[in-house]
């Protein structure tokens, strides 16, 4: 079925669509051989910073499975060498020494993106004339909550003790770093649209660790901030909070174009809790990529049931395709939406 | 403050109590060097499974914090080994080979709790003995839904992908693993009653890794039909899914005296959800208890604000205590508690 270029741009506007435009977070990646070829010649942090080759695997989901929506390759720490920390990848973002301390947090470093992090808007510029108009361009970054729990970590966590103690003992302190990270963010971001991403997507893979009782002050309202800027340079942003269920009423307040909803609430309680006044995005469980082409297809179908009554609607997974997830389980994904008659 | 032995029991029956009563879930652990002194000696299946060291470990708590309640010393996978598996902790549980196929779960086998785990029962007597009335003894076991997903992926996972995949491409399959599982729990438990426990806490871990939509299939029903076997033993139980506040409704129906909360959850949104039928238990954010006394005592009184309006109230934490809590703090939220006068 043939659709206009700009489908996903339209339904994040949510203006009319001849069906929900998809893709898949996390599309350029372990589970695609293309990719694998690449990564076993360089290693993640190089494919991150080499625009040629970034843009390479950007394009290769949109290739493969003709999804509706690129997507920069990246990674939300792509920004901390430019604030003066030191980042590694072994194989998940590390940053040492951590930011723990207030000496910590002043030392962070302010940037220029375009001259500081080139590598980025380089990329972005070779994918729009690479896409050529065939679909629009993502670009995205980490929202202030999430970026500062890697930052005050030092590394992915289950339960991000160091950060949350911060926020409980030293909430000011929290809030200084978020001041910082809004700033920087927002100028990360803006550059990201101004060189060619058409739309942003703003991750804030942690917040749902929040207590609901903090969520508004340290995850949604430096999110908003960041948010209202990026939307300011003319882009749609999609905010998404992964396991935030507990915490729909202060999302509701975030007002981005969309809303991201992971695969553990059902649309509908999304659509409710939230209003009118965003699209959604959302929300296959990943796993169910990991079982067989019928599966997928079913489960699919009463995916895009339950968003019937959305007054926009971009068709996603509820979180990042897993590595071991089959090429064809991809593509029937792609495929049943693209199907897909109502 | 002095305080009826059978405060705890009156709260989960939503009886008029002078204070609510508390307790930590993991209070006997790594946090306390009592412990640490005694895993110097033995390992943790060790420990387990003696019913000397087990109930010696089970009383510190009580002893050191003064908690309202003492909660059997023992792990979630302990009945494994009864079925026919093989179970080890390297330091989390393993089970090798894991379940996986139809003949694998055909193969489980049945067992006599007191007969092949005369351990777990001889510790519950011993405890009953030592405690002599001061406060009461929690049972616990793993939901249906829970040991499975230990049993089929065979150790813990971030996504639990064989589990999941199971449930979404052979529902069926996992419908009989959990059949079988309901029976055999259903047994485990209602033998700790016997024994001795004066309530049995019912922890379903994983139960919020499942969407909205397949949470009342494999996860709530399974859990329900333990519960109602376990309450006409005669012992209250509890309820405890973790990061399940897309499921609250669901959860609604699950039958027992108590549901625990999480710590994302407001305890205002959960009690609104569940409905006045419920006693609540929870929810201090473990991470609170990583700061310094007055954080939490701070955050403790503020908790226990928003329990107001529970028609009966355990306080707790929201999910186990850390290893690295310093014992200080775990005091401090102990004492906040049986200090409030509301």
Redesign the interface.
């Known amino acids: 079925m043939s659709a206009p270029a700009d489908l996903f741009l339209r339904a994040c506007r949510k203006e009319p669509v001849p069906r929900p435009p998809v893709w898949l977070m996390r599309q350029a990646g372990r589970y695609l051989p293309e990719y694998r070829e690449i990564r076993r010649r360089v290693d993640f942090m190089t494919l991150c910073t080499t625009p040629d080759l970034a843009a390479e695997v950007t394009v290769q989901p949109v290739d493969r499975l003709g999804v509706d929506a690129a997507i920069l390759f990246s990674d939300l720490l792509v920004p901390a060498p430019a604030m003066g920390l030191t980042l590694s990848f072994v194989p998940g973002p590390v940053i040492d020494p951590p930011v723990r301390t207030r000496a910590a947090v002043d030392a962070l470093e302010s940037y220029e993106p375009e001259e500081d992090l080139p590598h980025v808007y380089e990329t972005i510029r070779i994918l729009r004339r690479a896409l050529d108009g065939r679909v629009p361009l993502i670009g995205f970054g980490g929202a202030p909550f999430t970026l500062a729990a890697y930052l005050v970590e030092g590394e992915g966590s289950r ?3 160091h950060w ?2 911060m926020i ?2 030293e909430p000011h302190l929290a809030d200084a770093l978020l001041d910082t990270l809004v700033v920087s963010q927002t100028a990360y971001l803006v550059a990201q649209a101004r060189a060619g991403a058409q739309a942003i997507q703003l991750f804030d893979t942690w917040a ?6 903090d969520f508004r002050r340290f995850a949604l309202d430096p999110a908003r901030r960041v948010i209202q800027a990026v939307r300011a340079a003319g882009v749609p942003v999609i905010y998404f909070a992964l ?1 935030a ?3 729909w009423s202060a999302i509701r307040d975030c007002g981005a174009d969309v809303v991201g909803v992971d ?4 649309l509908e ?1 999304a659509g409710a809790a939230l209003g009118s006044g965003y699209a959604l995005q959302g929300n296959l ?4 990529l ?3 082409p019928d ?1 997928v297809r079913r ?1 699919t179908r ?1 995916m895009l049931e ?1 968003a019937r009554g959305a007054a926009g609607y971009v068709a996603n997974l ?1 979180h990042g395709i ?1 590595p ?1 997830t089959p090429v064809e389980c991809a593509a029937a994904f792609v495929a049943a939406v693209k199907g897909w008659s109502g």
């Open positions: 339960a991000f003790g949350k103690r409980f003992a749902g660790l929040l207590p609901a009782a396991d269920a507990h915490a695969w553990r609430s059902s309680d469980d990943p796993c169910v990991l079982s067989d599966t489960r009463e339950t509820g897993l071991d």
